[in-house]
């Protein structure tokens, strides 16, 4: 479990996407899929009615063209009713394939709305830990290629590639059918094969279109800096030498972009020699059928059209190919950070946590982050309900810590946390922090308005409450001096508020969730002295019928604590309150001392 921790999963490179995970994909396409059956069958019945269409008009093309034929008819009727029905095919086969899309996209929106929601619920279910080592720039893009990926492929298994292989397989049905089984193998190997050639080609060429791509972007930098650079090729009179390394850049890249372009040259020839040489067999057949007079003419032309039809979509393939092999790579990583399980995880079965009183205890809690660098060693505390407990130590002791276990981000490598004398790690999470109030020691705000912050400890407040908080956190005169109040935009991360401002804001926000077990860490380091007594003040009338933690370094903050433990590299070095400690003469003397000097 510890191994897995600030592993992030890199993307796999294109090629990795193997056999397995392909199939993997798909069947998690399926359930999203027939989430609509009504829909998918609607779209499923106008894309048989679009591709009828299309396999007819060949037919009644024939039946014009024999109708005009002199060798079967001694006069010639023009058959007018069959060129109106050729039309309205031609009408109709563009038509249900517009209604398939509008039918079915509704699927996919829906789908992809489906997909993304899970894994940005899965996100905010995934550790602390995973959210210190990721990289929000990457997963965010991850997410979003991901679920157009997840769109992509939908539309085209069910536009492209099924259309073409029901199509493919009514027209060899209607060879079959029609002229015998000749016709049918024909269109079948040579769809085969050219499917086959294409595969290979596009798997042989990605390597030339990297290439490119890579050189491109190559020359395009070097060509950039040394633009930039323009005073310093001038201070060397280095102009040649620049060009002439320039030019070497170009001469790769011409020469990349020349194999790009013959291995194109080669992918659609060979097509093309496919297509010629099927559709020639099957003209050589139906020749010496209309010869032998086993065919008629409007036979040979059907044929024709039928192959021609047949092979329109499959110029597409290559392209289609690569994009679903892309679109396969982006789902799977996407797919990946959904497979990622947290490692804080509700045991089954666990029950909510009943708080009467509001009761902590450590006992014995040993932790650490890295399992080389222990960081809490058999901790054992106890804070009785209603009572205040002060931490205070060296940076780095692991004060934060505390804080961090007891909000169960992290579990205990050994020992127990217990509130109210229930583990706290077999009920839930949610009922945890519930009753648990944060101030942390960096504030991080919304990018919205001060009073959207603050509603955010509890959304369904009263304006009064609200304003209560506000004056309580000694933010009435801030906001009264803004020209936009309380509608204030406080930017990213909080960056257009003071660090005070944003403290004071957090501490606003627990104010109004008023839980009953409160934990401030470095609740007012960044206010100025006299703010900071003002707000003590006013945190102590909150923790007054609260069991608070208070993580400190200014020690006067905490003076009038029940209890003081002075933690030194995750083991207690001392406790008491504040008189005893005086009198134990040791480290927190000691810095008693040294910070009533510096005030
Ligand atoms: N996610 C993490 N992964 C690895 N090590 C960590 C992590 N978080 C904290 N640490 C380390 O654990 C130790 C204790 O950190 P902690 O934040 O608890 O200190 P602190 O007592 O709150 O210090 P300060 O007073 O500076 O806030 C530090 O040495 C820190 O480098
Ligand atoms: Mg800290």
């Given at each position: ?10 993307p ?97 929106e829906?789908a992809m709305r489906r997909i993304v929601l899970r894994v940005f619920?899965?996100l ?10 990721r990289q929000t720039g990457g997963i965010s893009r991850d997410v979003e290629r991901g679920g157009n990926g997840f769109g992509f492929l ?172 892309r679109a396969?790579t982006d789902i799977e990583n996407m797919f990946s950070l959904l ?261």
């Open positions: 479990m510890r191994s897995s921790r600030g592993k992030s999963r890199r796999l490179p294109e090629n990795m996407v193997d056999k397995k995970q392909t199939r993997e994909v798909l069947l998690m396409l399926l359930p999203y899929l027939l989430e609509f059956k009504g829909r998918m069958f609607a779209a499923f019945t106008l894309l048989v009615l679009a591709k009828v269409a299309v396999v007819t008009m060949p037919w009644v093309l024939k039946v014009v063209v024999d109708g005009l034929d002199r060798a079967q008819h001694q006069i010639i009727v023009v058959p007018l009713l069959f060129i109106v029905f050729y039309g309205l095919l031609r009408f109709g086969s563009v038509f249900f394939s517009e209604a398939r899309d509008a039918v079915f996209s509704r699927i996919t829906r619920e899965h905010h279910a995934l550790d602390l830990e995973f959210h210190l080592s939908m539309r085209m298994l069910v536009f492209n590639i099924v259309p073409t292989l029901i199509e493919m397989s009514l027209v060899a049905a209607i060879l079959l059918f029609n002229f015998g089984a000749w016709y049918a193998l024909i269109t079948i190997l040579s769809v085969g094969v050219y499917i086959y050639f294409t595969v290979t080609i596009t798997e042989w060429r990605n390597r030339f279109v990297r290439e490119v791509n890579q050189l491109d972007s190559k020359t395009n930098t070097r060509a950039v800096d040394s633009l930039l650079n323009y005073e310093t090729v001038k201070y060397f009179n280095n102009e040649a030498y620049e060009a002439l390394q320039y030019d070497q850049n170009l001469a790769g890249w011409e020469s990349a972009r020349l194999k790009n372009r013959m291995t194109l040259m080669a992918l659609n020839s060979g097509q093309a020699l496919i297509i010629a040489t099927g559709m020639m067999l099957m003209m050589w057949l139906a020749a010496e059928d209309v010869a032998s007079g086993v065919m008629t003419i409007g036979s040979l032309v059907m044929i024709n059209a039928y192959v021609l039809q047949l092979f329109m979509p499959l110029n597409f393939l290559g392209m289609v190919y690569r994009e679903v092999r396969l497979k990622r399980e947290p490692t804080i995880k509700d045991k089954p079965g666990a029950g909510e946590l009943q708080v009467s009183q509001g009761k902590i205890e450590f006992r014995n809690v040993c932790f650490s982050y890295q399992p080389e660098r222990p960081i809490i060693q058999n901790l054992s505390f106890t804070v009785e309900p209603g009572q205040k407990l002060a931490i205070v130590g060296a940076s780095g002791a692991g004060k934060s810590t505390l804080a961090r276990l007891l909000f169960r981000f992290y579990d205990p490598d050994s020992g127990d946390i217990l509130i109210d004398d229930q583990p706290i790690c077999s009920v839930t999470q949610l009922s945890v922090r519930k009753v648990i109030g944060v101030v942390p020691q960096d504030t991080v705000l919304f990018n919205d308005t001060i009073r959207h912050n603050v509603i955010y400890g509890r959304p369904d407040a009263e304006p009064e409450e609200i304003n209560k908080v506000i004056e309580m956190a000694r933010l009435k005169r801030f906001i009264e001096g803004l020209p936009e109040g309380d509608q204030t935009e406080v930017g990213e991360r909080g960056l257009k508020v003071s660090g005070g401002e944003k403290q004071r804001i957090s501490i606003a926000r627990v104010m109004l969730k008023n839980p009953p077990i409160l934990l401030f860490d470095e609740a007012t380091s960044a206010l100025d002295s006299e703010s900071e007594q003002a707000i003590v003040g006013a945190l102590n009338e909150l923790a007054e019928d609260h069991t608070s933690l208070v993580i400190a370094h200014r020690l006067s903050t905490v003076v009038d604590a029940d209890h003081i433990i002075v933690l030194q590299d995750g083991k207690i070095a001392e406790q008491g309150n504040h008189q005893q400690l005086l009198a134990q003469d040791g480290s927190y003397a000691r810095m008693w001392n040294l910070q009533q000097s510096d005030d």
